[in-house]
């Protein structure tokens, strides 16, 4: 039997993760993780608080609890991990190594953990990033990511453990509220845009960014985990493109609906992160092994962020 164990659960990919792994495995199979306590838990799935830096508290929990997969989600994102470099170090590579010497003991069959764009930087070509290119980050975030891919390829080269990545572009999802990362400027502009009919920018006008709708991401992290596990080519993490847009045409997206919005400029630290990161991502290799397809572009989901948002914020516009 299948028995999931989802750390970070609370977060923004977590908490829609836990979600739909409940309603597909059943929820008491389902065990979601994080290091706070929820505000309320109205998944209906079994809770337990976890710091991943605790590797006998990981230990403990996989064992007790007779896990089988892990969604590994709990992570310090790029912003917050820039002020923070030494947690973020931490946090984002010694967890991810207790659970693979975990599943190389036998004792879990399948890992699930993301990487990032943020893996490519000096020296990647920066439009359509092929699968294979340079990964040079100028991020402390892309740092440990490059860290972790090199740590599961070697797991699966030498050990056999059947860990599975995706490089995620930013995600956005009107569930949540935006957890520290860059590319956060594209949840925020919506509530801004509904809230105040303005947003200023911490990204600079004419700045592309690989993005994705959470609904795509979620779908395609479980595709890849349910796929065969001879047909996967990739073993560090796999290329993931879903939308590439700027701010300013986020914007003018925006006023088709909000006729009266307007965006104002004023970059900040996160742009010299942004500027580091490709422009669009080149994910064949995705597509090859596992028919990975997106479904929503800027126009759908504008349309699905706006509507949702206008529901949780009880705004009429």
Known sequence: MTKILVTGALGQIGSELAEKLAQIYGSENVLITDIREPEQNHLDIPYQKLDVNDEQAIKDIVINNQIT??????????????????????????SLLTFLELAKDKKLSKIFWPSSIAVFGRGAAADMTPQEEVTNPLSMYGVAKVAGEGFCEIYHQKYGVDVRSIRYPGLISWKTLPGGGTTDYAVDIYYKALEDKKYESFIGEGTALPMMYMDDAIRATIELMQAPKEDLTIHTAYNLQGITFTPEE?????????????ISYAPDYRQAIADSWPNSIDDTQAQKDWNWKPEFDLDSMTVEMLKHLKSKLKINV
């Open 250 to 262: 986020i914007a003018a997206e925006i006023k088709k609906h909000i006729s009266d919005f307007e």
């Open 69 to 94: 997969e892990v969604y590994h989600l709990a992570a310090m994102l790029s912003a917050t991990a820039e002020k923070y470099p030494i947690q973020g170090w931490n946090l984002n590579t010694n």
